[in-house]
């Protein structure tokens, strides 16, 4: 068997998959999340030696390998949200996952597997996802010969309450400037709030009125600058005459992230420089950024033979249409004929798997609003069972995690008008007063899944508030599970929402078994 590190592993799926084939033998795991690891150790097939990485920024993967005699293959997805020109609606220019996808590959310049399997986003081969340039690896990646971009991340739109932004910027005097964090979270959850009809923003001004005005006291007490929006929010905030000022309010909020924008790339030793368009003032940082599969493809050399591709999980027989960028990379001098083909959908693929095979056995067993050890469901004798139901129900006496999210009247509500395959755009304009902006909601929100129809890509169905195909309901984490090709004797540990993240974030088992097979093949 080949021994095998699983980095980033979360739940398990990459490595339930590998494991399946009787060809990999997992000795190390990499993951930071306590549930995630919980959830990983009691579904391992050998509990008691499988080495625990917490953190592997700065591990020492040498004497990693060298404690095991030598590594063959390392897998995992470690996180990567990419970077694009700064959004506006997001608060953050940097995800500090990214760093992470650097951690992968030291790993793999470390331990010198045989071969290794990177999966990720299926975006992560497009210019969206670059690294940007930094003090810290700049020597690096320039011997690298990496390709370099000039970007422009628009840092501020224009000055704001006779503030020089650009003067303040260039002189670092940020704290004159700049409101805490904690007041600008609770000014920014008031302003999202303004047009809620559901008396969500009364309710938020009487629990946080006090707070608020007691922290915009405290920053202008420490002779900070004296910006006049704050003086109107704390003479107003029990007023109807608030809603005068949100206008501003958005304004100075805008301009307040122009300050966390520039500290996220000074923390990061980002290489940059500010200028400022002198006739509409828009201040922007110019920055050189480099691709993450271009940086992936140089970093690692001619030491492997390696090639990549986005696949689908439902070519796999997973009731989801996933569609997930892999890399493979298999030692030179490893491989007979120096090339790797990736799978394209051609060929002979199982049958397609429709939600309603995958999930509907379930709709004969209520679903828990908490979760707990103790909430197993024993099968009840069920006729007529799909193929791939079976398949799920192998080797378990029952169902575990069968844990919806709580529902409110609201939901409910929508619940109830939601015909198969619709989601919250087919709702009523009064069943959507509580958002702020409706048509910018995206379309995976209350999704009433389609039982003809594999389902889309899982994330955390909770958060995106999916619904049963015939049940008024909230998909359980089980049924989340099931579409992701978990069997039923994988059971999920930790809080509800961690759970759902948990299935959310996997690879799901029966596509990871595909990705190993095709592995397999080359070595």
């Known amino acids: 068997m080949y021994k095998t590190v699983d980095l980033f592993a979360g739940a398990g799926g990459l490595s339930y998959g590998f494991e399946a084939t009787d060809k990999f033998n997992i000795i190390a795991v990499a993951e930071n999340n306590a549930n995630a690891r919980k959830t990983y150790v ?11 990485i917490t953190d592997v920024c700065g591990y020492d993967f040498r004497a990693l390998s060298d404690r095991f005699n030598g590594i063959d293959v390392v897998i995992g997805g470690p996180p990567c949200q990419g970077f694009s020109n700064v959004n506006r609606q997001k608060n953050h220019i940097i995800s500090m996952n990214n760093s992470l996808v650097k951690e992968y590959f030291r790993a793999i310049k470390e331990i010198k597997p045989k071969a290794f399997v990177m999966e990720n986003v299926s975006m992560l081969s497009s210019e969206k996802h670059r690294f940007y340039d930094s003090k810290k690896d700049h020597d690096e990646v320039f011997k690298l010969r990496v390709n370099m971009k000039r970007d422009e991340l628009v840092i501020a739109d224009e000055n704001y309450d006779g503030v020089d932004c650009f003067k303040a910027l260039n002189e670092n005097d940020v704290e004159t400037y700049s409101i805490s964090n904690k007041l600008l ?17 009364q309710k938020y001004i009487y629990k946080n009125a006090n707070i608020i005005c007691s922290q915009i006291k405290e920053f202008l ?19 109807s005459t608030l809603e005068d000022f949100f206008d501003e309010l958005g304004q100075f909020i805008k301009f307040q992230k122009s300050f966390r924008l520039i500290d996220e790339l000074n923390s990061n030793d980002i290489i940059y420089k500010l200028t400022q368009n002198p006739e509409t003032g828009k201040i922007t940082a110019l920055v050189n950024s480099y691709s993450v599969i271009d940086y992936a493809n140089k970093i690692l050399g ?9 696949i689908n999980a439902i070519w796999y027989g997973v009731p989801q249409e996933r569609k997930r960028f892999i890399m493979i990379g298999i030692r030179t001098g490893e491989i007979d004929d120096n090339k790797i083909v990736m799978p394209d959908g051609s060929g002979k693929l199982p049958p397609i798997v429709n939600t309603g095979e995958a999930i509907m056995d379930l709709a004969d067993y209520a679903a828990f609003q908490e979760s707990g050890d103790d909430n197993k469901i024993n099968y009840k004798d069920h006729k007529n069972l799909s193929e791939y139901a079976v398949l799920m129900r192998t080797g378990s006496s029952g169902i ?36 702020a902006d409706p048509d910018r909601t995206q379309n995976s929100i209350y999704l009433r899944l389609d039982r003809e129809k594999p389902s889309g890509t899982v994330i955390n169905v909770r958060k995106s508030m999916w619904v049963h195909p015939t049940l008024n309901r909230a998909v359980s984490i ?16 930790g809080t509800k929402n961690s759970q759902y993240q948990q299935v959310g974030n996997a690879v799901p088992p029966l596509m990871a078994k595909g990705i190993a097979e095709l592995l397999l093949k080359y070595l």
């Not at 007490?221 to 007023?239: A, F, M, R, V």
């Not at 001619?302 to 986005?310: A, F, P, Q, W």
């Not at 198969?420 to 304009?429: A, P, Q, T, V």
């Open 42 to 52: 009691a579904n391992h097939r050998k509990k008691d030696d499988i080495l625990m």
């Open 400 to 435: 575990c995690n069968h844990v919806i999210t709580k529902t409110r009247e609201k939901a409910q509500e929508r619940f109830a008008v939601l015909h198969e395959g619709e989601n919250f755009r087919k709702l009523e304009s009064g069943l959507k007063d509580n958002y």
């Open 185 to 201: 979270k609770l000014l920014n959850v008031l302003y999202k709030d303004r047009k809620n009809k559901e008396n969500r923003l």
């Open 302 to 310: 001619d030491d492997y033979v390696k090639n990549s591709g986005v």
């Open 478 to 493: 089980r049924e989340a599970a099931r579409l992701q090709s978990f069997p039923d004797k994988f059971v999920f540990s």
């Open 221 to 239: 007490d420490e002779g900070h600058y004296d910006y006049k929006i704050l003086h109107d929010i704390s003479k107003y905030i029990n007023t």
